[in-house]
């Protein structure tokens, strides 16, 4: 440990090594998807360990088995950039704190590989947790508990991957910090990040960012099985490719099937929702989701058809959205849904708005049949009946499940 002597100087004497340790995550569903803001995605924790031993000592060196040497946190080397940024910004939290920082020596082992192949279940943020928790151990006895709770080590996570420019939604650091599994919102990352240029990080901290994040417990006890494809996939580069693909109707299906699978996996449900073009129904005229049962057969009568309508340019506050989707359903051109009575699923944003203009046309055009009836118009009246009974059909048929 480190003594002040009497003239101030440092003295050092044997210090107790602390160990702590961090998993790996998998995402199950929304990997992509939740790179978009608001978007969600679930991520379970893998028990497949990277190692930190930290001790005080007289100056800071650092060393991990990802290389063959070790650095001082002077040292300006590429491969440590990640574990000394992080160490600096853990640094400054914990000056913010009233907490006098020291020195220390620190080994990392766990390459989450083998054979020189990664498993795919650990990311840079496996690296920056573990960082920052082992310096909170280090500290534990002199930091208040609410200083190192698991959403100010997701965001000291956060904050350090988008300092240096990472382009991943976050999940990975929600689900290794809480180290659970656990049902997450992405939030507006370059706002916070154009805040980190311009704010200190007591500020930032401090901020609500707009992510969420909820453990989820599921509802039955079950073994989950990790399958490892030996097939190695660059996040970053992935990450480009997919982004280029994903479209309104991408992001609004997978929404429904996240949410869906959150509530299965909660009530322990073995029925799941899917998208139809992963049933190699691709483009399916009717329907975007479909229910399967455990034996992965079609439950008949549980395909839906996804509706979501974004924000338009003379409408950015989305005041409109609903007047706007209500006025597509009800066209001649989704005739064909409410002919095969197919279930509509809408955010619950739009969905009462939807009713409202459904009944407000159905009572203008109860109006005008009771006119036409008086005049004896047999033909317009058919007309008029035919209209309203499909309005009520698509009231009828409209659901909120997509968030």
Sequence with gaps: MIKEKEN?????????????????????????SVLTLNQSAIIKNIDIFMKAEI??????????????????LEEDDKNYSLITETVNIVNEY?????????PFNMKITGKMEKNGKKYGIGSSGSVVILVIKAMFELYYKKLNKKFFSKEIIFKLAAYTLLKLGDNGSMGDLACISYENMVFYTSFDREKIKEFIEKKDLKEVLEMD???????????IECNFLVGWTKKPSISSEMIKIVKSSID??????????????????????????????????????????????????????????IK????SK?????????????????????????DNNAEISVPPEQYQGILNEADSKINKLSSQLDKLKNLGKTEE??????????????????ITKMF
């Design 8 to 32: 101030g100087e440092a003295e050092i004497k044997e210090s107790k090594t602390n160990i702590v340790k961090t998993g790996g995550k998998l995402y199950i569903a929304g990997e992509y």
């Design 55 to 72: 001790k005080f000592s007289e100056k800071y060196s650092i060393y991990s088995d990802m290389y063959d040497y070790s650095v001082t």
């Design 94 to 102: 914990l000056q913010l704190k009233g907490i006098h920082i020291k």
């Design 209 to 219: 960012w707009g992510y969420k994040i909820e453990e989820i417990k599921c509802g």
């Design 248 to 305: 309104k109707k991408f992001l609004s299906e997978v929404q429904v099937i996240v949410n869906n699978l959150r509530e299965a996996i909660i009530n322990g449900d073995s029925v799941r929702k899917i998208r139809t073009d992963d049933l190699g129904r691709v483009n399916d005229t009717l329907y975007d989701t479909v229910k399967i049962d455990k034996n992965e057969n079609i439950i008949v009568g549980s395909e839906t058809q």
């Design 308 to 311: 979501f309508l974004g924000n």
């Design 314 to 338: 003379n409408d950015p506050e989305g005041l409109e959205n609903a007047k706007r989707a209500f006025q597509k359903l009800s066209s001649e051109k989704f005739k064909k849904y409410l």
């Design 381 to 398: 009246v058919l007309k008029i009946e035919n209209k309203i009974n499909d309005l009520k059909k698509l009231k009828k048929n409209l």
